[in-house]
């Protein structure tokens, strides 16, 4: 549904460009009725501007139709009860961590502590070196 809304908003906008731009400016730049036209300028003048009366109260309507079905299914939530403990990465041969029954520890505090509680992790051993060529 949201996108034939989408589809609807953006015809509407092209339309009301077409519109507004054939409308007679002070100048008379690209307006219509400037050469004589099919209408006289008085009725043209008043044809455009229902016109554009209408397709931007359309906007206005499709511009907030799209709001509200965006805002539809947003609700408030908290970071913190949906932060977990990141999964463990076990090395060959390393001991198992003690794991955590699910729906107890898994918050960002007890995440915390576990990881102060972890010891450093040795520095990657360092690969070969290549020379540089200056």
């Known amino acids: 549904m949201q996108t034939v809304i989408v589809v609807i908003h953006l015809m509407v906008v092209a339309a009301m460009v077409g519109v507004v731009l054939l409308q007679k400016s002070e100048g008379g730049g690209l307006g219509v009725g400037s050469t004589g036209g099919f209408l006289s300028s008085r009725g043209t003048a008043n044809i455009l501007t229902r016109t554009t009366a209408v397709l931007a109260g359309t906007f206005f309507a499709t511009s907030l139709l799209l709001s509200v079905l965006a805002g539809w299914d947003r609700k ?3 970071i913190i009860e949906q932060t977990q403990a990141p999964p463990a ?3 060959p ?3 198992a ?3 955590t029954p699910p729906g107890q ?3 960002l505090l007890d995440t915390l502590r576990r990881n102060e509680q972890k010891p ?3 520095p990657p051993a360092p690969g ?3 020379p540089r060529s200056e």
Do not use: D, E, F, I
């Open 76 to 78: 408030p939530h908290s």
């Open 89 to 91: 990465q076990q090395t």
């Open 93 to 95: 041969g390393a001991p």
């Open 97 to 99: 961590g003690p794991v």
């Open 105 to 107: 520890g898994g918050g």
């Open 120 to 122: 450093p992790a040795p």
């Open 128 to 130: 070969p070196q290549v």
